[in-house]
């Protein structure tokens, strides 16, 4: 039996997996936590039957960063997508800023629809 782990497939998946956490773990708190929102809008959405590009269902922290940046504005996250069935069903998702109530930024974002 070899002692080197090249050759250990389970070892490997060890490494993998500790190298994908040290990356998520050099994130910083605000970045990791756009990420995983990003991530998990862009799964739903996909499910529930709009376009997302591959490239966005598939992103790792590195991509994420290679993307928009690692403090990135949240208006470069906004996504326009259309629905598989019919393309004039489109979402609109964006990130506002700041945390405002949901009054406050529905009235500020409103009028972008009717553009």
Do not use: H
């Amino acid at each position: 039996m070899s002692s080197d782990n090249e050759d250990d497939p389970m070892e490997m998946d060890e490494e993998s997996a500790d190298k994908r956490n040290q990356i998520q773990v050099s994130l910083t708190p605000s970045t990791s936590r756009l990420f995983r929102v990003y991530r998990t809008i862009s799964s739903m959405l996909n499910k529930r039957g709009y376009m997302i590009p591959r490239e966005y269902l598939n992103m790792t922290p590195v991509t994420f960063v290679g993307k928009f940046g690692m403090d990135p504005p949240r208006e470069g996250l906004t996504m326009l997508v259309e629905n598989s069935d019919d393309e004039s069903d489109q979402l609109f998702v964006f990130f506002p800023g700041r945390r405002k109530s949901w009054c406050e930024t529905n009235s500020n974002f409103g009028g972008a629809n009717e553009s």
